[in-house]
C-alpha cells in the first residue's frame, strides 16, 4: 500500500455505524480525516465510546483505538450535531429486501428526512453521499427529500460512492481498494470526493450519480452469477466424475475469466449478495429491462443447498437422531457475521428433519446461537469437543483453522469416520490417511481402501 499524505484533512460524518460504516469511518480517519461516526442505537455509540467494538473484523478493534486517541475518530447518537460540523455526510444504514425483493429504503428515506431537519442555506455546502447498495435513481430521491423538507434554499449535492468491502477482509480493501467508484452530477462534489479519498492513492472511477448506483448492484450480482456458475459445474463434475477444483484452475488462469470467487460450496451467503441480486432483479423488473439471468443465478445458489442436503441423507438414510457435528456458523470466514448464512440455513434444516447437531464457530458463537434461538442446536466452544461422537462432520464455513485440523485426532472423538466438506476447504489426502471417507464438492468422493 503507498498511501498519500493527507494535505486537506476533512470533517466527514458517518450515519450507521455497522459493519460498513464502522469500518469505513475508520479508514477514513485512518488517513487523517476527522470522522464522526453516528447512529441511532444508543448501546452502540457507548459501546464504541468506552472502546468496546460490538462486531468483530480483523484488524478494525486497533484501528478504532488509535485513531479514538489521536482525536480523529469519535461516535455520537446526534445527527443534528454531525451535519452541522462536516463537509460530507456518508449515510450507510440498512438497505434490507421486502418479501418481494424490493428494497426497503425506509432507513435511507428517514436519514434524509433527518438531515432535511437540520440543514440550513446558513450552513453552506454539503455532500451526501449513498454509501448504502441501493436501487438505481434512489440519489435523486434522497435530493428531493431534502430540498422539499429544508427549510430554505440548501446548496447540497447528493453522490452514489459505493463500497466493495468484504466482510473479514474490509480493512484491508477498504486501505486498498481495486478501485473507487464515484458517481456525482456536479464537478463541486467531484472536487470534494476526490480530496476525500486522494490518500488511498487509487485508480478513480468518476461517473454519473446514477451508473455508480448501478455499478455496485451490477458488480455484487456479477460475483454471485460467477459462484453459482461453478456451483453449476460442480453438479455437472459430480455426475461426470470431473474434479470442479482443477476445471476452476484451468479456466481461471485465462486472466478474461480469473480464478476469484469461483470456489464451488454450498452457495453465497451474506448480508449482500442475497439481498443485491433481488434487488437488481427487482429494479431491473420494475425499468421493463428483465434480468432473468440472475433468477437462475438464485435458483441454482438454493439448490446448492438442496443436492448437499440430499447427498447427505443418502449417506446416513434417515437424519432422525443422527449426530451430526457442524465446523462454521458465519457466513465466511474471519467474520462474526451470520445474516444469511447458509451455515445457519443448514443446520435448521437438519433440525427440522431431526437431527441432533452440535456446532462451532471461531467467532460466530454468539451471533450464531441468536440466529438459532428455538433450534435445539449445542454450541461447542472447541472444533475437537464439537465432534466427539459425531457420526457425520459437515466443513459448512471456510475458516482457516478448519483447514489446519489434526483430523487424526477429530477420527478419534468421531463415531463414524464420515466428512462431507461442503466448502471443499479440507485437504482430500489428509483426510483420506485419517482414516475418513470424504465428501465434497463436485469432486470424487475418497474413500479408504
Ligand atoms: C448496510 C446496508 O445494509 C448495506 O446495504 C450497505 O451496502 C451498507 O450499509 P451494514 O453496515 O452491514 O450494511 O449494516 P448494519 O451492520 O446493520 O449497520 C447499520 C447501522 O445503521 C446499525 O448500527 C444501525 O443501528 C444504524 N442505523 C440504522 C442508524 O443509525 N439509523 C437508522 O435509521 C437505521
Ligand atoms: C460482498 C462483495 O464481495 C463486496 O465487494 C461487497 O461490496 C459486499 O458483498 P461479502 O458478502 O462481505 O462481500 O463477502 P464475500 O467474500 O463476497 O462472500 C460472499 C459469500 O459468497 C460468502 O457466503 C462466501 O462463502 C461465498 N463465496 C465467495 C463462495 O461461495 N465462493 C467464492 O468463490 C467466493
Same mark, same amino acid.
Given at each position: ?114 438531515? $432535511? *431537519? !437540520?440543514?440550513?442555506?446558513?450552513? %453552506? ?6 454509501? /448504502? ?5 434512489? +440519489? ?101 466424475? $470431473? *474434479? !470442479?477444483?482443477?476445471?476452476?484452475? %484451468? ?6 475469466? /480469473? ?5 464451488? +460450496? ?184
Amino acid at each position: 500500500m503507498c498511501l498519500i499524505p493527507v494535505h486537506n484533512n476533512m470533517n466527514l460524518a458517518i450515519i450507521g455505524t455497522g459493519y460498513v460504516g464502522l469500518t469505513t469511518g475508520t479508514c477514513f480517519a485512518e488517513v487523517g480525516h476527522n470522522v464522526v461516526c453516528v447512529d441511532n442505537n444508543q448501546a452502540k455509540v457507548e459501546a464504541l465510546r468506552e472502546g468496546r467494538v460490538p462486531i468483530y473484523e480483523p484488524d478494525l478493534e486497533e484501528m478504532i483505538l488509535s485513531n479514538v486517541s489521536a482525536g480523529r475518530l469519535s461516535f455520537t447518537t446526534e445527527l443534528a450535531k454531525a451535519v452541522k460540523t462536516c463537509d460530507i455526510i456518508f449515510i450507510a444504514v440498512p438497505t434490507p429486501p421486502h418479501e418481494d425483493g424490493s428494497v426497503d429504503l425506509s432507513y435511507i428515506e428517514s436519514v434524509s428526512h433527518e438531515i $432535511a *431537519d !437540520v440543514i440550513t442555506p446558513e450552513m %453552506g455546502y454539503r455532500v451526501i453521499v449513498d454509501k /448504502s447498495t441501493v436501487p438505481v435513481s434512489t +440519489g435523486s430521491k434522497v435530493y428531493q427529500v431534502i430540498a422539499r423538507y429544508a427549510k430554505g434554499n440548501v446548496d447540497v449535492d447528493v453522490v452514489s460512492n459505493p463500497e466493495f468491502l468484504r466482510e473479514g477482509s474490509a480493512v484491508s480493501d477498504l486501505m486498498n481498494p481495486d478501485r473507487v467508484v464515484i458517481g456525482a452530477d456536479s464537478q463541486r462534489a467531484m472536487d470534494l470526493m476526490k480530496r476525500v479519498y486522494q490518500p488511498f492513492n487509487a485508480p478513480i472511477v468518476e461517473v454519473d450519480l446514477h451508473s455508480a448506483e448501478l455499478i455496485k448492484h451490477a458488480a455484487n450480482s456479477f460475483l454471485a452469477l460467477k459462484i453459482s456458475y461453478i456451483n453449476a459445474v460442480s453438479a455437472v463434475c459430480e455426475k461426470a466424475g $470431473a *474434479d !470442479v477444483e482443477l476445471v476452476a484452475q %484451468g479456466i481461471g488462469m485465462d486472466k478474461r475469466i /480469473s480464478r476469484h470467487f469461483l470456489n464451488a +460450496g454450498l452457495g453465497y451467503g451474506g448480508s449482500c449478495f442475497p439481498k443485491d441480486v433481488k434487488g437488481f432483479i427487482n429494479v431491473a423488473d420494475q425499468l421493463g429491462a428483465p434480468m432473468t439471468i440472475l433468477k437462475e443465478v438464485e435458483n441454482i445458489n438454493e439448490q446448492q443447498l438442496e443436492r448437499f442436503l440430499k447427498r447427505l441423507r443418502k449417506k446416513l438414510w434417515v437424519l432422525r437422531k443422527k449426530r451430526i457435528a457442524v465446523w462454521g456458523l458465519a457466513f465466511k470466514q474471519n467474520t462474526d457475521d451470520v445474516r444469511e448464512s447458509v451455515a445457519i440455513k443448514l443446520i435448521k434444516r437438519l433440525c427440522d428433519e431431526g437431527a441432533c447437531v452440535t456446532a462451532y464457530d471461531p467467532k460466530a458463537a454468539q451471533t450464531g446461537a441468536a440466529a438459532l434461538a428455538g433450534y435445539d442446536v449445542t454450541i461447542a466452544d472447541d472444533m475437537y469437543e464439537c465432534t466427539r461422537d459425531a457420526e457425520i462432520l459437515i466443513v459448512a464455513t471456510e475458516w482457516k483453522q478448519f483447514a489446519m485440523a489434526n483430523l487424526v485426532k477429530v477420527r478419534e472423538m468421531m463415531r463414524l469416520p464420515i466428512i462431507f466438506d461442503g466448502r471443499n476447504l479440507l485437504h482430500g489426502e489428509n483426510a483420506l490417511h485419517a482414516g475418513f471417507e470424504y465428501h465434497s464438492i463436485g469432486r470424487k468422493t475418497l474413500r479408504p481402501q
